[in-house]
């Protein structure tokens, strides 16, 4: 007993998880922050060298990379807050007795099981203004709508996508909270003759934040890296009015061969990053306080 | 007891067979011309018995991204690539490819000079040569011969002319577009829209290789593609890719389509078009001088067994192997293949190859050099810009200029 | 009663149109896998000859069921090393603050890295392992990002759990250990059969590492299926077919875990 209670229990219990994430990362995360203080072209390895902050000092300067920013940050307010909003209620519906609600709910997970650029060529096709089905039938019914060729339209268009293939995320997640709340106080509010509002906002809503918490920051960190369906339907257009942040890095990375330059972008928008999950993090948490 | 015996002497078998043949694994995609060079590989297996051949199809826009990471390990894990013409010279100034003039200039027979001059200089950088070509993408004019035949309107031979015809053609009440146009950001706009510029003899770079891509003949060009555009594309065409393009033509929405030559054996094929089979033609585009594209086979120079890589290459890159190649569908890029009778009678027919031979003769890619792709991808993006009206086609052709200044610069 | 019946009527409703807005790309594509190559792009045309070619040639002619197995096999093992893992040190995270607030956010500190940035490293490194295109790599590559999204989503359902009851269980005589494995443990199966679907879905899309990690015969779907968008155009009808050919079997398993799901509560609570 004596030799194993040097490590306590709590740091036992993280260290797989520790030591799996060093393993495979230490040396990716490492080289990386190297390669962003380099002119590290990968057309001409042999020429490497150290360049100070350069890479970092291009970044304020560089208009593409904040226009992408912005449509990002768009995006992700955007998608996140309908994806809540729509994943809340329909937890709270299938969370009822619904008939068929096993049905339902494996039917309701689905769209995220489709790899997303599949899901991105299929709304190409589904939206397309000249032989989609959708504009065919909002033209029946005397709407006319083109979603990939205005500017503000296309990025909410690529919103609507997201929406569609994620939302189901915050339903499963939002449904497991409500499964393991207890039943007491439910029971407690139902004896005192709560109405379901009162209920709803006094005794869910409270014990759900945690649940809450993580559900918006986990799919807010995957929003953040929308790039498949911009890269399969606008590539970015038209004009700059599409192009995400992730694509931004990608092509300047891999496509245009400059790698420092991306590695050097892309620590700048882990730190963006992280201080929008932190201060998200210590608001949800003072909430919870209060 | 027995049956274990049985087990291992199978499987010493099964170890012996596989190091008696090696296998070589090419990264391919899964297009019609990847199935026409399975169907020749028995072939070569059969001339080559310590070889064996393996396609490892990829996804097209991911193949680069696959390319590139396979150059940076010790040893690739494929020992052919395929390469697109955008990237032959950075992969080349790279270091990646392994350099093949003279094993080219040795083999006696093969005639390097025999494919089509634009197409072989692709694979040449700096005088060396790191690719050999596998097909050609040139562009055509391909149009519905039926309803300029009902309409009684000659094919447009210049570019003005096009946008004029198109016009006349368009019912948009009808749905029927004059154009089937792709004017999607980055590469898809100025593959299509630099066929105008060259109509109109503009470039992006002239002879001595100043920026000229806001001259005022590529303005003017711009201005009529962007007409087109307008007055007989789709709405939606402003994101339009090929796809979409291609698909309103086979749907029989169109009259012309500016595209690779070779969609025209697709679209004359009942599979793809059902009844409208059969009324496709195409041309030279209009002004004569075309996009070029093409593939190119290379060896990374960190492939496994250079030797046995180069066998295959140069068989199948070989004058007989690819009068096969094109007999069976492929798209050619050899000229004793072009103006081969036989391969006439049983490809495509006579008018058909001597079209190819015309537009071959005089056809070039989007850009060449050590930034090829982010040249592209920057005036695919003006042009974009200016077709969406975000900005004025001055405007985006001097913000192209300045933008290409400055990777030159890089 | 009448307003009872009215609320019921208007979920079923609400239930209904979710369902609807869910199903109908899925009804779309079934009509377009079996449509010829010139009528898909009329959406007008709802009577025609059914064409099987797409399907015959998905499911005989392709290598797809394979992909199909590798994505299950690698996504499974995803899915439950990360839940198990993940849940020891969500508890730890939960109940101790195990480093904080900054080790929270330091074990998510590679997702917010774009991938583009360390793939090339990591494939470096799983060269000199020998790991390419095998399932090793892959899954180690995919818990790396997935295990600290799972360990992220099961602190919540830890910290929803009360903690009389693991207190109530140490008066009885359980080791800390004992109390989080036979009494806490039993309280999130909700949250972790959610947490291992995620985890499984977050690997089964996942394309960039599987584009560059895996080849040959390890492919996994996502890679397959994003094959079908061609230099030569999008073949949508074969790409129909196997998206549907993908999404049941899933579907199914999905159906069966959140059964389990549900059921967890209520039996086997001692506390």
Redesign the interface.
């Known amino acids: 007993m004596g030799r194993r209670a040097i490590v306590p229990l709590k740091y036992k219990m993280v260290i797989p998880l520790v030591l799996l994430l060093l393993a495979v990362l230490i040396y990716p995360m490492g080289s990386s922050l190297l390669v962003s203080f380099q002119d590290y072209r990968l057309t001409a390895l042999r020429e490497r060298h150290f360049v100070g902050f350069d890479n970092y000092l291009r970044i304020p300067r560089d208009a593409r990379f904040w226009n992408a920013m912005s449509n990002t940050l768009i995006f992700v307010s955007s998608a996140v807050f309908l994806e809540f909003v729509f994943g809340f209620g329909l937890a709270l519906l299938l969370h009822r007795r619904v008939r068929m609600r096993n049905f339902f709910r494996s039917v309701l997970l689905t769209p995220m099981f489709i790899t997303p650029v599949a899901v991105g060529l299929i709304f190409r096709f589904m939206l397309n203004s000249e032989f989609g089905i959708i504009p065919y039938l909002l033209r029946s019914l005397g709407i006319e709508v083109d979603f990939f060729a205005t500017s503000p339209l296309a990025l909410f268009s690529i919103v609507f996508i997201d929406v569609w293939q994620w939302t189901p995320f915050m339903m499963l997640l939002l449904l497991a909270g409500l499964e393991s709340l207890p039943r007491e106080p439910f029971e407690a509010a139902r004896v005192d003759g709560a109405s379901a509002w009162f209920t709803f906002r006094k005794v869910t809503f409270p014990l759900m934040r945690p649940v809450i918490v993580v559900a918006v920051i986990i799919r807010m960190l995957d929003a953040f890296k929308v790039f498949e369906y911009l890269y399969v339907i606008t590539r970015g257009g038209p004009g700059n009015s599409t192009e995400s942040i992730m694509y931004y890095i990608y092509r300047v990375g891999f496509r245009f061969f400059r790698m420092g330059e991306a590695a050097a972008m892309s620590y700048v928008l882990a730190l963006i990053i992280l201080l929008l999950v932190f201060l998200e993090f210590q608001l949800l948490r003072m909430a919870r306080s209060t | 007891m027995k049956r274990l015996g049985l087990f291992v002497s199978f499987l010493a078998v099964m170890s012996l067979a596989a190091l008696g043949a090696k296998t070589l694994t090419i990264i391919m995609e899964e297009v019609p011309d990847t199935d026409v060079i399975r169907q020749l590989i028995p072939e070569f297996e059969a001339q080559n018995p310590d070889l064996k051949i393996v396609i490892d199809a990829m996804p097209y826009e991911a193949m680069r991204d696959k390319i590139l990471t396979e150059f940076l390990a010790p040893v690739s894990s494929y020992d052919i690539v395929i390469v697109d013409n955008p990237w032959t010279d950075e992969f080349a100034a790279g270091g990646f490819l392994v350099d093949l003039t003279d094993r080219v200039m040795a083999l006696e027979g093969y005639d390097f000079e025999d494919f089509a001059k634009p197409i072989r200089e692709i694979g040449i950088y700096e005088g060396r040569i790191f690719g050999l070509p596998f097909y050609n993408y040139a562009l055509a004019m391909i149009v519905r011969q039926d309803v300029f035949d009902e309409a009684g309107i000659p094919i447009p031979t210049n570019i003005a002319d096009y946008v004029k015809v198109c016009r006349q053609l368009t019912n948009k009440e009808e749905g029927f577009y004059g154009a089937a146009m792709q004017a999607k950001r980055g590469y898809k706009i100025f593959e299509e829209g630099k066929n105008y510029m060259y109509a109109l003899g503009a470039d992006v770079f002239d002879d001595e290789g100043n920026i000229v891509i806001n001259s005022h003949l590529a303005k003017a060009a711009l201005h009529l593609y962007i007409a087109n555009l307008e007055a007989a594309a789709p709405k939606g065409a402003i994101n339009w890719g090929f796809d979409e393009a291609f698909r309103l033509m086979a749907a029989g929405k169109a009259a012309t389509m500016i595209t690779y030559n070779w969609m025209l054996p697709s679209l004359n094929n009942p599979e793809k078009t059902g009844e409208l089979a059969g009324k496709f033609a195409f041309y030279e585009v209009p002004g004569g001088k075309a996009v070029l594209g093409a593939w190119y086979w290379s060896i990374p120079r960190n492939a496994a067994d250079i030797e046995a890589s180069w066998r295959f290459i140069s068989w199948v890159t070989s004058k007989a192997v690819e009068k096969k190649r094109v007999i069976l569908g492929g798209a050619p890029v050899r000229m004793s293949v072009l103006k081969d009778p036989k391969v006439w009678e049983k490809g495509y027919g006579k008018q058909y190859y001597l079209t190819l031979v015309k537009i071959l003769e005089d056809a070039e890619p989007l850009v060449r050099g050590l930034h090829a792709e982010e040249i592209i991808e920057t005036v695919g993006l003006e042009m974009n810009n200016a077709a969406a009206g975000i900005k004025t086609v001055d405007k985006a052709l001097d913000d192209a200029a300045k933008a290409i200044a400055e990777i030159i610069g890089k | 009663m009448m307003r009872r019946r009215l609320r019921s009527a208007v979920?079923?409703v609400?239930?209904w149109v979710?369902?609807v807005?869910?199903?109908f790309?899925?009804f779309?594509?079934f009509l377009?896998s079996l449509k010829?190559?010139?009528?898909?792009?009329?959406?007008?045309v709802w009577i025609f000859r059914p064409v099987l070619d797409n399907w015959r040639e998905v499911i005989f002619e392709s290598k797809l069921p394979l992909y199909l197995l590798n994505s299950l096999i690698v996504g499974g093992t995803v899915a439950l090393v990360s839940v198990a893992?993940?849940s020891?040190?969500a508890?730890?995270?939960s109940?101790?603050n195990?480093?904080g607030?900054p080790?929270r956010?330091a074990?998510?500190?590679?997702?917010?890295?774009?991938?583009?940035?360390?793939?090339?490293?990591?494939?470096?490194?799983m060269?000199h392992l020998r790991l390419?295109?095998t399932y090793v790599g892959i899954i180690?590559?995919h818990?790396?990002f997935i295990?600290?999204?799972v360990?992220?989503?099961l602190?919540?359902?830890f910290?929803?759990?009360?903690r009389e009851l693991e207190e109530q269980a140490m008066v009885d005589g359980y080791t800390?250990?004992q109390a989080f494995y036979k009494v806490v443990l039993p309280?999130?199966r909700?949250?972790a059969?959610?947490a291992g679907?995620?985890g499984f879905?977050l690997s089964?899309?996942d394309?960039f590492y599987a584009?560059?990690l895996t080849?040959?015969p390890t492919k996994t779907?996502?890679?397959a299926?994003?094959?079908?968008?061609?230099?030569?155009?999008?073949?949508?009808g074969q790409?129909?077919a196997a998206?549907i050919v993908?999404?049941v079997p899933?579907?199914?398993a999905?159906?069966f875990v959140?059964?389990y799901?549900?059921k967890?509560?209520g039996g086997g609570l001692k506390y």
């Open positions: 979920v079923h609400l239930v979710a369902f807005i869910v199903v790309p899925y779309w594509m377009t010829p190559y010139w009528l898909i792009t009329s959406p007008n893992v993940g020891l040190a508890y730890s995270f109940r101790f195990t480093g607030v080790a956010f074990i998510l500190a590679a997702q917010m890295l774009p991938p583009v940035v360390l793939v090339i490293s990591i494939f470096l490194m060269y390419l295109k180690v590559a818990l790396s295990l600290p999204l360990t992220w989503f602190i919540g359902f910290d929803e759990v009360p800390r250990f309280n999130v909700a949250g059969a959610a679907i995620f879905v089964w899309n394309f584009l560059i080849g040959g779907l996502p890679v299926v994003a094959g079908f968008w061609t230099f030569r155009g999008i073949e949508m790409m129909a998206i993908a999404i899933v579907a199914v999905s159906f959140q059964k799901l549900v967890g509560l």
